[in-house]
């Protein structure tokens, strides 16, 4: 059951991201080579906010368990 659910997982993960890519590529690309700053400052802050939010549940479990 695990093996079937995540390669069906995957499989609609890459399917999802290659329409994407078909679709918005050249203009995704293009947005993002003209906002260098914004882009990386907004992806700076998120992988921030995910290791603060990470920290903060495995802090909690560690106390629980």
Not at 33 to 49: P, R, T
């Amino acid at each position: 059951v695990f093996v079937a659910a995540l390669v069906a997982g995957r499989g609609f993960r890459y399917t999802a991201e290659g329409f994407l890519a078909v679709r918005y590529g050249e203009e995704a690309a293009r947005y993002i080579s003209e906002n260098k700053l914004l882009f990386a400052a907004v992806m700076g802050l998120f992988i921030l906010a995910s290791y603060f939010v990470s920290r903060l549940i495995m802090g909690k479990s560690r106390a629980e368990g």
